[in-house]
């Protein structure tokens, strides 16, 4: 079995005179999404306002679930199944998502003339594909798992 190394372009984007965030493309059914790429993140999560986009379903709202922002303030939570997730070559396939409310980032974007975000690329996805983030030349190289093929 062997893997295979691919090599997904970012986009880096100016907030303030400090700082910058990492967008990366992504898609879902088929769909085209950019993502800010957060290595801080433990979920990959989706803005709550796509949901009606990607799916028949409304989503739906699990009360025993609980999620802890990093102030420590208790978030609503709730979740989507996703046929398919993808960036660039690497798949995900009936992916449950968490979805929580992005307005607050997408207005500071609007505020300094930057595009929506539909959701931020988190640990799971990263850690699942083995992402290396190479900040000079603005692209991340992710591992495909090995394909099992019968010989």
Do not use: C
Not at 16 to 31: E, M, N, P, S, T
Not at 111 to 116: D, F, R, S, T, V
């Amino acid at each position: 079995m062997k893997t295979k190394r691919i090599t997904i372009p970012l986009r880096k984007i100016r907030i303030d005179q400090f700082g910058y965030h990492l967008l990366v493309k992504a898609r879902i059914q088929k769909k085209n999404i950019w993502l800010v790429l957060d290595t801080g993140a433990s979920q990959t999560i989706l803005d709550f306002n796509i949901a009606n986009v990607f799916s028949d379903e409304k989503p739906h709202h699990v009360k025993a679930a609980v999620s802890t922002g990093v102030g420590g303030e208790t978030l609503k939570t709730h979740f989507l199944e996703v046929e398919e997730f993808a960036v660039g070559e690497a798949v995900w396939r009936n992916r449950i998502f968490i979805l929580l409310e992005l307005h607050h980032i997408n207005n500071s974007y609007h505020k300094i003339g930057k595009q929506n975000i539909q959701g931020i690329l988190g640990g799971d996805f990263l850690n699942r594909f083995k992402a290396i983030i190479d900040y000079k030349n603005k692209v991340m190289q992710l591992t495909l798992p090995a394909s099992k093929k019968k010989l």
